[in-house]
């Protein structure tokens, strides 16, 4: 007699077999979000070429000057860790739909990690982007270029400033799902959709910030 194998949190009660209302929500609200960052890529495009047109000839114009004191190797190394924290934040959704909340094995076996372990390593990684951000204000502050210093600093903090908001609600979305799995008895489909949404939105963040980096910090 054939024995039923259990299914994975992500798919009981036959909730795979139509889309859940909170990701398609959360899809529809991303879009709507994207359209705010490309009207800050289109300012900060809009702003570099009248800057550039009104600049006296053989004078470095004001996105040269300011570029220049963009520390590269630094951002670089920074952006690298954010789009590492995109992998390590799939592996804890493949995990959640698997129905693995939790590590089944010792700290150091990555390969039997659950959730918490993942999402908990992208948590890390997302607030070491934050800290490298705000280091980054601090040594251009100093050195200074600052909000109110030229049209150049407005448009930089006004882009970079947004998105490291929204990583930050990233941050604490991360420990709203982490804390749910403490506090459930178990591990639920409703609980692996909130992991699956939530990476949704990292992901979001992730693509963003490498199109910010390159407009930035390497489009001269």
Not at 116 to 145: C, D, K, N, S
Not at 155 to 161: A, H, M, N
Not at 175 to 200: G, N
């Amino acid at each position: 007699m054939a024995t039923a194998t259990a299914l994975p949190a992500s798919r009981e009660h036959g909730h795979h077999d139509r889309p859940s209302m909170v990701s398609v929500g959360t899809i529809v609200w991303l879009s709507s979000e994207l359209m705010f960052f490309a009207a800050l890529f289109a300012a900060y495009f809009t702003i570099r070429s009248v800057t550039t047109a009104a600049a006296a000839p053989g004078v470095d114009t004001l996105w040269e000057q300011s570029t220049a004191m963009l520390n590269i190797p630094f951002s670089t190394i920074n952006t690298l860790i954010l789009v590492a924290s995109s992998f390590t934040c799939q592996f804890g959704v493949f995990a959640a739909e698997d129905g693995r909340v939790a590590r089944t094995s010792s700290l150091l076996n990555v390969r039997r990690w659950g959730m918490r372990e993942w999402f908990a390593l992208t948590y890390l990684m997302g607030a070491v982007f934050i800290a490298g951000q705000v280091t980054e204000y601090a040594e251009l502050i100093h050195e200074g270029l600052t909000i109110a210093s030229s049209a150049y600093g407005s448009v930089f903090y006004l882009t970079t400033g947004f998105h490291g908001l929204h990583v930050t609600g990233g941050l604490i979305a991360f420990l709203f799902v982490l804390a749910r799995t403490y506090l459930a008895r178990k591990f639920t489909h409703e609980q692996a959709v909130s992991a699956i949404v939530v990476s949704y939105y990292w992901h979001f963040v992730d693509v963003v910030w490498i199109a910010l980096f390159a407009t930035i910090y390497l489009l001269k």
